[in-house]
Structure formats: structure tokens, C-alpha cells
């Protein structure tokens, strides 16, 4: 397999982790209504506490930022690079991916888009009792080493690039346009 690498012409790259540092932290909270950022961030990271993905852990450390200690969840379902979704406090709490939230509430379409349309980065989507009333965006920074690699690749025989990741389609083209990668390839799941 070794020997074969030396032929390859195509690199695919994960992004999170790989090109990323992996280390996601929470960088806003947009509200849409009837509730606090405070209060969102409590529900959301209580949720998120029992899911194993990179950006729930950083919300549950923001939710305990902003709130400290948070409740248990209850009948908690986590859908692996979707989202999860449980009850907080007898609040029914969906975060997740755009399509993760409209299909657990049964939503609109046009309402995730509209407030999809002002972010490039990672963004989660916030429910609480069928209703959409927060986005949560992440920040994660790029590996230094990541565009030194990448400006070595043509060197070495490489003449195609693809980022791979979950995240939105418009992150994936910015990280892969910030690194030199030749095309990013979004909302893919594990």
C-alpha cells in the first residue's frame, strides 16, 4: 500500500481534525425569540451532554460558562453527525444540523434557510418544544501545518485535492479556498 501512495494523484483530507485542529468552540448565539441566549445555551447544553460529537462538547462548556451547573436529559436520541435531540425541564430540545432539526420538528424549510443564509462556518440549529429558536456557530481554527502540507502535494505527484466534511457546504468551500484545497465537499455524514 506504501509503495502504491507514490502514484497517487488525488489527496482527500477530513476536515475537522485533520485540517482543523478539531478543538470546535462556540463563537454566538443567535436568538430568534421568546427566549434568552442564557436559557437556550442551558436546554441545548444539557441535550448535548449525552452526545459524543466535537461541537457538543463545546456547547455543554459554554452552557456551563454562561449557566453552570446544567439538569440531566432525559429520553435522549443522538443521530451521529446529525444531531440529538431529548427532554430538558419538560422541554422537548432538538440541536443539530439543518436537516437533522427539520426532520425531528417537522419545520418550515424557509425559516432554518433564512437564518442558515447569513453563516459560512459550522452552525448548529436550536428547537425547543416545535419551535426554532436558535442557531449556535462554531468556531475552529486551522491547523498551521495544514497549508505548508498542501502547497507540497504538486511536488509529490498530487494534482487533485478534496476536503471532505459535514459541515455546510459554504465552510467547506471557505477552508478548502483558506488551505489550498482544490474543492470542498459538504453536508456529508460520518
Do not use: C
Not at 19 to 42: A, K, N, Y
Not at 103 to 131: K, N
Amino acid at each position: 500500500a506504501l509503495e502504491r501512495l507514490s502514484d497517487a494523484q488525488i489527496a482527500v483530507f477530513d476536515k475537522t481534525g485533520t485540517i482543523t485542529e478539531g478543538r470546535p468552540h462556540v463563537s454566538g448565539v443567535t436568538v430568534l425569540d421568546g427566549m434568552s441566549e442564557r436559557e437556550i445555551l442551558r436546554l441545548a447544553g444539557a441535550v448535548e451532554q449525552r452526545a459524543g460529537h466535537l461541537m457538543a462538547r463545546s456547547t455543554v462548556e459554554a452552557a456551563r460558562a454562561a449557566v453552570g451547573t446544567l439538569p440531566m436529559p432525559q429520553h435522549v436520541r443522538e443521530s451521529p453527525g446529525r444531531g440529538v435531540a431529548g427532554d430538558v425541564d419538560g422541554h422537548r430540545v432538538v440541536i443539530g444540523a439543518r436537516s437533522f432539526v427539520l426532520e425531528q420538528v417537522g419545520l418550515d424549510p424557509s425559516i432554518v434557510t433564512a437564518l442558515d443564509r447569513d453563516s459560512a462556518g459550522l452552525r448548529a440549529f436550536v428547537a425547543i418544544d416545535e419551535a426554532l429558536r436558535a442557531a449556535v456557530d462554531y468556531d475552529d481554527q486551522v491547523r498551521p501545518s495544514a497549508p505548508v502540507l498542501l502547497r507540497r502535494l504538486p511536488s509529490l505527484g498530487v494534482r487533485r485535492t478534496l476536503l471532505l466534511s459535514g459541515d455546510n457546504q459554504r465552510n467547506a468551500d471557505a477552508v478548502a479556498r483558506l488551505v489550498g484545497i482544490g474543492e470542498g465537499i459538504g453536508d456529508l455524514l460520518p
